[in-house]
């Protein structure tokens, strides 16, 4: 499963969150409004940006509403 961060009113964070439901791609989601969840992001992509993928998986961490949805593309679900 991919983790999402992202922060609810966030323009770039929503477009990637619709391709995701057009597309019927599931994954977590951490609203880094939440302390806990940007500490979390922190931990795992080194900067306080969103959105931000990270597939636990293969270890990939992808900035960039763009950049998400390109690899989304070509997710295989795990």
């Known amino acids: 499963m991919i ?6 009113t ?3 964070c ?3 969150i619709k391709y995701m439901d057009q597309n019927k791609i599931s994954c977590n989601i951490f609203d880094t ?4 969840n940007v500490l979390r992001l922190l931990s795992i992509g080194g900067k306080d940006q969103v959105p ?8 990939e961490k992808i900035y960039e509403s763009e950049d998400i949805i390109n690899y ?4 295989k679900k795990d």
Do not use: A, G, R, S
């Not at 983790?3 to 609810?8: E, K, S």
């Open 52 to 59: 931000f993928l990270y597939n636990e998986n293969t270890n």
């Open 3 to 8: 983790d999402l961060f992202i922060i609810p």
């Open 72 to 75: 989304l593309k070509n997710y």
């Open 33 to 36: 409004n939440d302390n806990d």
């Open 14 to 16: 929503q477009k990637v």
């Open 10 to 12: 966030c323009p770039y």
